[in-house]
């Protein structure tokens, strides 16, 4: 069987990392992190010289390697519940749902310039109105709304006084995602690991682990120029006397 020899031929083509967790939680099965980006793979051992003198001079007859250790960074560009989780320091999420209703006539105070938060999200047919409804005040002149957030917000030189009475009818969308807050304990997750690696030549890696860590590695990127991403680094640990990895060809 052929194998790739350095991280440079392992490394020419795309790559997928897979984790079943087993620390802090447990999961039923492996997550996918989606598109890897420039994944820096770091098989790497340190070793130590034996010195010897000879003629009165010290020179090296025997090197050991005293510890080794297998790593990738990498980003990931797609910000799912699970990689936010990750990257965020998140404990296990938890179901975030909302049914689907109207509202009418919510009482709600106004700030110039300050969103003010409804309750609800996925807003639509928004319309607001002075209290007794004698009046309809106009979006993008007298408000502003942020539909998907639930957030309103009185315009400076509108109709609406800063801090008026308004009342707002609107209906909201039924929501069934997830949700997370932040995890108190150590935010290293644990898990097994298997990285697929899809080589441009049609060859195709598999290198499973049978554990490792996966933590933060850098800052957070939201921007509207390039792909937004988030860094991670991945390391390989010892579990009982199971190799760091093993690496299998799946096809030729």
């Known amino acids: 069987m052929s194998v790739p020899t350095t991280p440079a031929d392992l490394l020419k083509g795309t790559v997928n990392l897979l984790l079943k967790e087993t620390s802090p939680t447990t999961s039923n099965g492996f ?51 699970q990689n936010m989780r990750y990257a965020l320091f998140g404990d296990t999420d938890t179901a975030f749902t909302q049914a689907s209703a109207s509202v009418t006539d919510q009482a709600v105070t106004l700030y110039h310039d300050l969103y003010v938060e409804l309750g609800k999200y996925m807003l639509s047919n928004v319309v607001v109105t002075n209290v007794g409804d004698t009046v309809t005040y106009v979006e993008g ?81 939201v921007n509207a120029e390039d792909f937004s991403n988030m860094r991670f680094r991945m390391e390989a640990l010892k579990s009982g006397n199971s190799a760091l990895y093993t690496l299998e060809q799946l096809a030729a």
Do not use: C, W
């Not at 980006?37 to 090197?63: C, N, Q, Y």
């Not at 697929?196 to 990127?221: E, H, Y």
């Open 31 to 81: 997550h996918s992190f989606g598109n890897i980006v420039d994944p820096e793979i770091d098989p790497a051992s340190d070793f130590v010289e034996h010195m010897t003198a000879r003629d009165g001079v010290l020179v090296p007859d025997k090197r050991s390697r005293v510890a080794r250790r297998f790593a990738m960074a990498f980003g990931v560009d797609e910000f799912g519940i």
């Open 141 to 221: 002149t007298d408000y502003e709304v942020d539909t998907a957030a639930g957030l309103l917000m009185a315009i400076n030189g509108g109709a609406i006084s800063d801090a008026g009475s308004v009342e707002v009818d609107y209906d909201h969308a039924a929501i069934a995602q997830r949700q997370f807050a932040e995890k108190s304990t150590n935010p290293i997750i644990e898990g097994l690991g298997r990285l697929i690696i899809f080589g441009d030549d049609g060859k195709k890696f598999r290198l499973s682990f049978p554990k490792l860590s996966i933590a933060v590695d850098g800052t957070l990127g």
